[in-house]
Nanobody, 119 residues
Framework: QVQFVESGGGLVQPGGSLRLSCAAS????????VAWYRQAPGKQRELVAD???????NYGDSVKGRFTISRDNNKNTVYLQMNDLKPEDTAVYYC?????????????WGQGTQVTVSS
């Protein structure tokens, strides 16, 4: 089963930017949809954005217009460009594959990468 390793998180001031990377342990050419999730302390994990193999993207309402998801199948990597970051974006960010029909994430989660937005 493919494993994902997230990286690129850090501490950033409000209004700043970060680019997260999600590296897969094997080819993602046959993985139809890959998604970014986030989980803030005391909150449930929420879907941030997802992208299909054909480049169709979907964003959560709270990040529309600020975040951009992309994928490079040649590098087996999915990216999340985050601009105009807000304190409420503070969370651990994870990536995962989504099942084609149910859009449910797999049961296997990586360590995630911490994003902290604070002045």
């Amino acid at each position: 089963q493919v494993q994902f390793v997230e990286s690129g998180g850090g501490l950033v001031q409000p209004g700043g930017s970060l680019r997260l990377s999600c590296a897969a342990s094997e080819s993602i050419n046959r993985i139809y949809t890959v998604a970014w999730y986030r989980q803030a302390p005391g909150k449930q994990r929420e879907l941030v954005a997802d992208i299909t193999n054909g480049g169709i993207v979907n964003y959560g309402d709270s990040v529309k217009g600020r975040f951009t998801i992309s994928r490079d199948n040649n590098k087996n990597t999915v990216y999340l460009q985050m601009n105009d970051l807000k304190p409420e974006d503070t969370a651990v960010y994870y990536c995962n594959r989504l099942a084609p029909l149910t859009r449910r994430p797999s049961a296997s989660w990586g360590q995630g990468t911490q994003v902290t937005v604070s002045s």
